[in-house]
T-cell receptor
Framework: KAGVTQTPRYLIKTRGQQVTLSCSPI?????VSWYQQTPGQGLQFLFE???????NKGNFPGRFSGRQFSNSRSEMNVSTLELGDSALYLC????????????????FGEGSWLTVV | KNQVEQSPQSLIILEGKNCTLQ??????????LRWYKQDTGRGPVSLTI?????NTKSNRRYTATLDADTKQSSLHITASQLSDSASYIC????????????????FGKGTKLSVKP
């Protein structure tokens, strides 16, 4: 069974540009969630999509957005990039929502390393 | 404010020894607590998930405990191996104010474990 796949693996962007990251969840999983990981802040929850609807959202500015398609694949977009956006962006999938009382196992991808120069 | 604190920040042990990592949280209302292992440059891998009613969960040489009254959790690693060298991250899920699946994930900064031969 294929795991969570993220593309691209590495990318370099210039300040002010925008970037789109892609995530393919494990087959059958309806929830896709996104996370930012930096050395200073650690892992932080960005948002979760479930059946094409945003279910949960972390405390990030509106420059960070996402969407989910009918096949559960998801994209994350960051507009007007800042140097501080340099980070490892992780996508994860699970059968049910990551929040609530369900306790679903969350499976992470290998991440996309974004460097903003 | 919902927070997750982990200690120690880093730990060095000899191969074959046991160790215990700590996680204290101030997340309310509490939904569940997860422990993840993250190898350098890789995505996190789930070790255990515990809901409010569970106080112990084991996964091979990893045993997690949860005390919901004191809001503390620990991860005990038995007979450590070189492959246990990684960051261990505690994640607490906050149930949404409306219950159900609305919620958020709060991550600790992790404990970096180094196992030496």
């Amino acid at each position: 069974k294929a795991g969570v796949t993220q593309t691209p693996r590495y990318l370099i962007k210039t300040r002010g540009q925008q970037v789109t990251l892609s995530c393919s969840p494990i087959s059958g999983h309806r929830s896709v969630s996104w996370y930012q990981q930096t050395p200073g802040q650690g892992l932080q929850f960005l948002f979760e999509y479930f059946s094409e609807t945003q279910r949960n959202k972390g405390n990030f500015p509106g420059r960070f957005s996402g969407r989910q398609f009918s096949n559960s694949r998801s994209e994350m977009n960051v507009s007007t990039l800042e140097l501080g956006d340099s980070a490892l962006y992780l996508c994860a999938s699970s059968l049910g929502s990551v929040g609530g009382f369900s306790g679903n196992t969350i499976y992470f991808g290998e991440g996309s390393w974004l460097t903003v120069v | 404010k919902n927070q997750v604190e982990q200690s120690p920040q880093s730990l060095i042990i000899l191969e074959g020894k046991n160790c215990t990592l700590q996680c204290n949280y101030t997340v309310s209302p509490f939904s569940n607590l997860r422990w993840y292992k993250q190898d350098t440059g890789r995505g996190p891998v789930s070790l255990t998930i515990m809901t409010f009613s569970e106080n112990t969960k084991s996964n091979r040489r990893y045993t997690a405990t949860l005390d919901a009254d004191t809001k503390q959790s620990s991860l005990h690693i038995t007979a450590s191996q070189l492959s246990d060298s990684a960051s261990y991250i505690c994640v607490v899920s906050a149930a949404g104010t409306h219950g159900g699946s609305q919620g958020n994930l709060i991550f600790g900064k992790g404990t970096k474990l180094s196992v030496k031969p």
